[in-house]
């Protein structure tokens, strides 16, 4: 079971230097944002808003849209209104899994977000706010995210496969489509990927089972440098 409190804790706690360390999350936000240019909305939502760099570019984009933007974590919404220069984002502090009718939105997106939700309560969500026609796009990773860290003897979160997501959603959706993509990141060795999922705001990787210091020392010297991750990814375009 997912702990929303340390969930929310860990990503106000990154907010302030998020932008600058989450090049990659920002490379699937602009990838999203070309699959959703080319629509016409009146209102969007944006679930796991984060600080807010995807719903300012659609606020760029769509100049007379309505965008509602919702995050769990405090501090992630407050750095998002301090970076905000569009007057058409309204921001909202709430558990996307239990969120109220906010409105009727033709367009909904989350970016490497959903990972964090469960995904039948999200889809409750969903169906609460979102249009007849309307679309939702979005990230996530996949079962072999992260593979390695789970080789060297890591826990990490478990990741729904293509096929439990696109199950999910289709009791909505008429059209559930799902591209897969694979990334290999290099880190100058696990610690620092340790250190760089820390500093996102995700749960530090922690060995599994009964960890000691000798044991953690051991796993990190044997551990490859530079060190290789599989970022497994999955957009997802729900109509």
């Not at 606020?59 to 849209?65: G, I, N, W, Y």
């Not at 889809?123 to 249009?131: E, Q, R």
């Not at 990490?156 to 008429?174: A, G, L, Q, T, V």
Request: charge should be positive; charged fraction near 25%.
């Amino acid at each position: 079971m997912l702990n929303k409190r340390q969930i929310s804790d860990n990503f106000s706690r990154s907010a302030k230097h998020y932008e600058k360390i989450a090049t990659f999350q920002k490379f699937l936000a602009d990838e999203l944002f070309i699959n959703a240019k080319d629509l016409s909305p009146k209102n969007i939502l944006d679930l796991g808003c984060g600080t807010g760099y995807l719903t300012r570019k659609l606020a760029q984009q769509f100049k007379d849209s309505n965008i509602v933007a919702v995050d769990i974590a405090p501090g992630m919404i407050k750095h998002a209104k301090a970076k905000n220069q569009n007057l058409n984002i309204w921001y909202v502090i709430h558990d996307c899994e239990k969120l109220p009718k906010l409105g009727t939105f033709d367009l909904i997106v989350s970016n490497a977000s959903i990972q964090w939700m469960d995904l039948k309560k999200l889809l409750a969500s969903i169906k609460k706010n979102i249009s007849k026609d309307g679309v939702f796009i979005f990230h996530t990773f996949g079962p072999n995210n992260l593979k390695e860290l789970k080789a060297a003897g890591f826990k990490r979160n478990k990741f729904p496969s293509k096929e439990e997501i696109i199950k999910i959603f289709k009791k909505h959706f008429k059209k559930v489509t799902i591209h897969r993509s694979v990334h290999i990141e290099k880190f100058k060795n696990i610690q620092s990927l340790v250190n760089y999922l820390k500093d996102l705001g995700a749960n530090t990787p922690t060995l599994a089972g009964k960890t000691n210091i000798k044991k953690l020392k051991k796993v990190l010297r044997n551990s490859p440098a530079p060190f290789f991750a599989t970022f497994e990814v999955y957009l997802g375009i729900c109509s």
